[in-house]
């Protein structure tokens, strides 16, 4: 007898996965440098406008590089005064920011974890405050802040700014607090934390997106609000750098340069601020809408 050869059974090969190379984006490419062409572009034109003479700034091209480029246009503008209209931007700034993270976390916290109808009806409350707007309440603010003797002082352009940002922090706060997973909550409630202990350890660490994007939100509100320091102080010890551009825009109204190097000088502390948070911006201005 012969022996029965069997043939071993072949293995399918697995399939192979050809990588299908994407297409670049033509349109979002050009759309893209389009706007990288708007936005540099003035940059540019300021910090190079700022380092000219008067005379230069006259004569020659606008976009090419300084000849011989000075500090001494920085030098007039702190010298007018700009740096406690600095000082004072910054603690408006910071003041605004304080009570608005401060008053905005623990709200919106009980949003998001409370089933109260009062606290419901709060929110709703609260949020009809973003159709409102500040020039409409200019004169109930005016006489508030007169009554309680607080007029021509920082606290009175603190107090009505971060009122009115007060709603948009808690909208995006309260949006970023409900994707944390109900599951977390309860295990802290099983380890016996009290709220103010997982609001400490749990939600503000995952919140930290959000609330940093609430304080660049808020700060750029304070940093460039315009109307409030304008109706509320008057005296040039509480000047803020808004109210400062505008008397440097008249008294330097033939020394473009000047003008220029005063406006660089402000944008600079806000831009810094911006970079230290800008990868925050975006997960906290999206927290919520993944759902």
Known sequence: MTALQTRPAVRPSPPVHRTRRQRPNLVAGIGAALWLV?????LYYLITGSLRNRREYLTGDSLALPENPTLDNYATV???????YLLN??????GTVAIVVA????????????????????FTLLL????????????????????????????AIILPTAAFALPVATLV??????????????????????PLQTL??????????????VVIYTALTAWNGFLFP??????????????????????????????????????????????IGRRFLLTGLTAGFGK
């Not at 931007?89 to 910071?94: G, L, R, Y």
């Not at 009809?128 to 606290?155: C, E, K, W």
Request: glycine share 6%; net charge neutral.
């Open 230 to 275: 304008l109706v509320l102080t008057q005296s040039t010890d509480t000047r803020v750098l808004t109210l400062g551009l505008w008397e440097f825009q008249g008294q330097f109204g033939a020394n473009v340069p000047g003008l220029l190097a005063a406006v660089t000088l402000s944008v600079l502390p806000i831009f810094v601020v911006y970079l």
């Open 89 to 94: 931007n910054v603690i408006v700034t910071a």
């Open 38 to 42: 708007v936005v540099v572009v003035p």
């Open 103 to 122: 008053c905005a976390v623990p709200c919106a916290y009980a949003v998001a974890r409370s089933t109260s109808p009062f606290v419901r009806y709060g």
């Open 200 to 213: 400490r350890h749990l939600v503000l660490p995952l919140a930290k997106p959000a609330v940093m994007t």
């Open 173 to 194: 706060l309260v949006n970023s607090l409900r994707d944390v997973p109900r599951e977390l909550y309860e295990a802290q409630e099983l380890d016996g934390a009290s």
């Open 128 to 155: 009809m405050g973003l159709a409102i707007p500040a020039q409409a309440t200019i004169i109930p603010v005016y006489l508030l802040i007169t009554r309680l003797h607080l007029y021509d002082s920082l606290t």
């Open 78 to 84: 702190l010298e007018g005064g700009f740096a406690t």
